[in-house]
């Protein structure tokens, strides 16, 4: 990208700046002072939540006018791939940027209550409470000495998928048949695989391939069957594994938690206690009481 920026020599134009990637998106967060950015074209759709300070949007229409929008904190803008667009900023700002995939909102739409063409609209300085959500989870998930896992934000990613397809999208839509849930013999090998497989980082595509799934399709059809998304599953496998090594008293608990797939002891205790209100040391000490 392009930026002119309107600082002096002797400061520094960038203050922070952080990218954070998973399956189908990219977090950026970033402080900058006063610049403007050349009108460009994204090769993916991209969304900014500005966190503090003000832009000046301007956007080339598909007939050509262009189009100046304010925008301040607490709007969103969604700027669709190869849509040309310039931005330009008078003073300190700090945004959230998602950069989305095509591919990722594509393969929603293959599975969604409709299909067709994907053709998302631009959106400047609009109130979306969901994407705002969705945005501060990622970012809080990027920032955590303790994440929760690419299970987490890859859900979190499909849930932005089918929002923008719900809201944003104006291509034809194409009825298809509903998703339903999975047959007893592929729920059987999905949660034998993450039963299998507690102490490993998993992803959707890890566990939906078990399943000759694609990932969007296995997540709501696994949430239809079990009232969970896999993420929660994995969670509530973990704590439950966790319970059967705690009550066997010979193991530490610094072993016991890398075992179910947590990063250390600290993380594991956070979650523990979530579930059951105690933590591991305590729960354990109950049981031996």
């Known amino acids: 990208m392009n930026i002119n920026w309107k600082v002096a020599q002797d400061q520094a134009s960038v203050l922070f700046y952080r990218t954070t990637d998973w399956e189908g998106l990219k977090l950026v967060h970033w402080r900058v002072r006063a610049g403007e950015l050349v009108e460009t074209t994204f090769d993916h759709h991209e969304i900014s939540l500005p966190l503090t300070g003000q832009f000046t949007t301007t956007k080339q229409t598909a ?118 849930g999975l047959t007893g013999r592929k729920l059987r090998l999905a949660t ?22 694609s990932p969007f399709h296995f997540s709501r059809a696994f949430k239809r069957t079990t009232g969970l998304t896999p993420q929660q599953y994995l969670v509530q496998r973990r704590i439950e594994r966790a319970k059967d090594l705690l009550a066997k ?24 206690r979530r579930y059951t209100s105690m933590t591991p040391k305590v729960w354990r000490n109950t049981k031996f009481a």
């Open 192 to 213: 034998d695989f993450i039963n299998a497989h507690l102490a490993d980082d998993l992803t959707l595509v890890d566990i939906a391939t078990t399943v000759d799934l």
């Open 249 to 272: 008293d010979d193991l530490p608990i610094v072993e016991i938690s890398a075992q179910v797939g947590f990063k250390n002891q600290s993380h594991f205790t956070t979650f523990f």
């Open 63 to 180: 007939t050509g006018r262009r189009q100046i929008t304010h925008r301040t904190p607490d709007g969103m803008c969604l700027v669709p791939s190869g849509q040309p667009v310039s931005i330009d900023w008078s003073d300190y700002s700090e945004c959230l940027t998602i950069a989305v995939e095509p591919g990722l909102v594509n393969r929603a739409a293959s599975e969604s209550a409709y299909a067709g063409q994907v053709e998302l609209k631009e959106i400047y300085d609009q109130s979306d409470p969901l994407i705002w959500q969705i945005g501060l989870a990622l970012l809080a998930e990027s920032e955590a000495k303790e994440p929760v896992g690419r299970l987490y934000a890859e859900s979190l990613a499909s849930t932005l998928a089918f929002h923008l397809l719900r809201h944003y999208n104006t291509g034809e839509r194409l009825p298809i048949a509903s998703v339903g």
